[in-house]
């Protein structure tokens, strides 16, 4: 097959496998067809890096050995990494995955840029256009990369969650966005000028590359772990709108679709969830909001007492309930508790009882964190309701059952003043009865107390999610 065919040949399977990447993503806006529109997605994959090998192994002027074995050993690691980790990993520890995913992706994004430039620099022909590319992915690559690896230690509590303020942090980050702006602006001007690079404008893009560093970094650690999922969103926006960028230098058409679909997709996710937050992402970005979940409350902000139930209290109200709102938050994700509420729920389910679950956008610490962990379960996808579409059901619910749920259930965010004020938020306190299984009195990341603990109407269960839950299940089946 002469270059041209096989030129021909590549490219084609290139949009096949860009249209599986569209298609996969459109089956995603549902549970019901999300698992799919993975496996479609995948296949995509697999067909632009099959076919793109297939190109390599075709062209006349081949590859060297070496270059063959650096593909291989990086096949080997990154697949063997990811088919470990993706089947190995807990579900509370998914965010802090997708945020490595995210810094690999980001960090291979400004690999192939940096890599882009010193190639048209050799060759003394880096074009305007070429330039503003490369550029761009190395800047955004880098800041996915440093930003992601913060959050994902924040995620996994290896750096606080509370806002770490640096010294004239925001004067830093504004500095070094100018930074970042000024010099792309003197190597498009060199570019167009010459048309080509010289040693000082190889120092310039490595002053771009470490300001894209240091700007992840100083972007990230003030924001607040209740902001994580709007960040790990963001991020990911970032992560491809860089690989965007250099399916653009190398003439990749899959490469070019793949990442601004992420890019994209990833862009209005962060605005549904900033709005669901009732927040400006710039607002975000600036941080500040989510103290640090763990820390012990009293409740001395709001006054009032809090009521202790047993299993067996609840146990009777949730068996002769007609309607029961379950509510799962992350702490139903540390106890890995999907399982067993999954087996309440089917409990219920024979006695006649009505149940629902009440699925807040930034539940959890990741976008669709609560939908992920219920769908392991097996729980069927009718009975996830959104916000929008619950909260009209509380008042007439008999029982709202909380599981690990805080920030997302505080009537404070209804009265101004608090940290939480404006954000929507489930109506919990408009059940006719609540109960809520916590293991303490700690705050959620916004670092306040809930006032829905002190309602007269809210039973307080203390227990692991999943201890609680199995003590629940018994009590149930003794009534």
């Given at each position: 097959?002469?270059?041209?065919?096989?030129?021909?040949?590549?490219?084609?399977?290139?949009?096949?496998?860009?249209?599986?990447?569209?298609?996969?993503?459109?089956?995603?806006?549902?549970?019901?067809?999300?698992?799919?529109?993975?496996?479609?997605?995948?296949?995509?994959?697999?067909?632009?890096?099959?076919?793109?090998?297939?190109?390599?192994?075709?062209?006349?002027?081949?590859?060297?050995?070496?270059?063959?074995?650096?593909?291989?050993?990086?096949?080997?690691?990154?697949?063997?990494?990811?088919?470990?980790?993706?089947?190995?990993?807990?579900?509370?520890?998914?965010?802090?995955?997708?945020?490595?995913?995210?810094?690999?992706?980001?960090?291979?994004?400004?690999?192939?840029?940096?890599?882009?430039?010193?190639?048209?620099?050799?060759?003394?022909?880096?074009?305007?256009?070429?330039?503003?590319?490369?550029?761009?992915?190395?800047?955004?690559?880098?800041?996915?990369?440093?930003?992601?690896?913060?959050?994902?230690?924040?995620?996994?509590?290896?750096?606080?969650?509370?806002?770490?303020?640096?010294?004239?942090?925001?004067?830093?980050?504004?500095?070094?966005?100018?930074?970042?702006?000024?010099?792309?602006?003197?190597?498009?001007?060199?570019?167009?000028?010459?048309?080509?690079?010289?040693?000082?404008?190889?120092?310039?893009?490595?002053?771009?590359?470490?300001?894209?560093?240091?700007?992840?970094?100083?972007?990230?650690?003030?924001?607040?772990?209740?902001?994580?999922?709007?960040?790990?969103?963001?991020?990911?926006?970032?992560t491809g709108t860089a690989a965007a960028m250099a399916g653009f230098v190398?003439?990749?058409?899959?490469?070019?679709?793949?990442?601004?679909?992420?890019?994209?997709?990833?862009?209005?996710?962060?605005?549904?969830?900033?709005?669901?937050?009732?927040?400006?992402?710039?607002?975000?970005?600036?941080?500040?909001?989510?103290?640090?979940?763990?820390?012990?409350?009293?409740?001395?902000?709001?006054?009032?007492?809090?009521?202790?139930?047993?299993?067996?209290?609840?146990?009777?109200?949730?068996?002769?309930?007609?309607?029961?709102?379950?509510?799962?938050?992350?702490?139903?994700?540390?106890?890995?508790?999907?399982?067993?509420?999954?087996?309440?729920?089917?409990?219920?389910?024979?006695?006649?009882?009505?149940?629902?679950?009440?699925?807040?956008?930034?539940?959890?610490?990741?976008?669709?964190?609560?939908?992920?962990?219920?769908?392991?379960?097996?729980?069927?996808?009718?009975?996830?309701?959104?916000?929008?579409?619950?909260?009209?059901?509380?008042?007439?619910?008999?029982?709202?059952?909380?599981?690990?749920?805080?920030?997302?259930?505080?009537?404070?965010?209804?009265?101004?003043?608090?940290?939480?004020?404006?954000?929507?938020?489930?109506?919990?306190?408009?059940?006719?009865?609540?109960?809520?299984?916590?293991r303490s009195m700690g705050r959620g990341y916004a670092g306040i107390d809930?006032?829905?603990?002190?309602?007269?109407?809210?039973?307080?269960?203390?227990?692991?999610?999943?201890?609680?839950?199995?003590?629940?299940?018994?009590?149930?089946?003794?009534?």
């Amino acid at each position: 097959m002469s270059p041209e065919w096989l030129y021909t040949v590549v490219f084609f399977a290139w949009l096949a496998g860009a249209a599986m990447f569209v298609i996969g993503l459109h089956q995603m806006n549902s549970p019901a067809t999300a698992r799919g529109g993975n496996r479609v997605s995948a296949l995509g994959m697999t067909i632009a890096v099959g076919t793109t090998l297939l190109y390599l192994v075709g062209r006349p002027e081949g590859l060297p050995t070496a270059a063959w074995i650096i593909i291989l050993v990086g096949f080997l690691i990154g697949g063997g990494f990811g088919l470990y980790a993706a089947r190995n990993v807990a579900m509370t520890a998914m965010p802090q995955l997708v945020s490595v995913f995210n810094a690999v992706g980001g960090g291979a994004a400004a690999l192939v840029a940096i890599d882009d430039y010193l190639r048209i620099s050799n060759q003394g022909q880096a074009t305007v256009d070429e330039t503003i590319f490369v550029v761009l992915g190395a800047v955004i690559g880098s800041v996915t990369f440093t930003g992601s690896v913060i959050a994902a230690g924040k995620l996994q509590g290896l750096i606080s969650g509370k806002p770490i303020m640096i010294p004239a942090g925001r004067l830093v980050t504004v500095a070094l966005a100018a930074v970042a702006v000024a010099s792309t602006g003197a190597l498009v001007w060199d570019a167009w000028q010459a048309g080509g690079a010289s040693t000082w404008t190889l120092v310039i893009f490595g002053g771009i590359v470490a300001a894209g560093l240091l700007f992840g970094i100083t972007m990230v650690l003030p924001i607040g772990g209740a902001d994580m999922p709007v960040v790990i969103s963001l991020l990911n926006s970032f992560t491809g709108t860089a690989a965007a960028m250099a399916g653009f230098v190398i003439g990749n058409p899959v490469l070019i679709i793949a990442g601004a679909l992420v890019g994209a997709a990833g862009g209005i996710l962060t605005k549904l969830m900033a709005d669901a937050m009732n927040r400006s992402i710039m607002n975000i970005i600036a941080g500040g909001f989510g103290g640090g979940e763990g820390t012990v409350g009293a409740l001395t902000e709001t006054g009032g007492s809090v009521r202790a139930v047993t299993p067996d209290d609840v146990a009777i109200q949730l068996a002769y309930a007609s309607s029961v709102i379950i509510v799962p938050g992350y702490g139903l994700a540390v106890a890995q508790a999907q399982h067993a509420v999954r087996e309440l729920a089917e409990l219920l389910e024979a006695r006649g009882v009505d149940v629902k679950y009440a699925i807040h956008p930034v539940a959890g610490r990741m976008p669709g964190h609560m939908n992920v962990l219920l769908a392991e379960a097996n729980v069927p996808y009718p009975q996830l309701k959104e916000m929008e579409e619950i909260n009209p059901e509380f008042e007439r619910a008999d029982v709202a059952l909380v599981i690990g749920a805080n920030d997302v259930t505080n009537p404070a965010a209804r009265r101004p003043g608090s940290p939480v004020s404006g954000m929507p938020i489930l109506d919990v306190d408009h059940a006719r009865s609540i109960v809520v299984i916590k293991r303490s009195m700690g705050r959620g990341y916004a670092g306040i107390d809930n006032e829905l603990y002190t309602n007269p109407k809210t039973g307080m269960l203390f227990a692991d999610a999943k201890a609680g839950l199995a003590e629940l299940i018994s009590a149930v089946k003794a009534v």
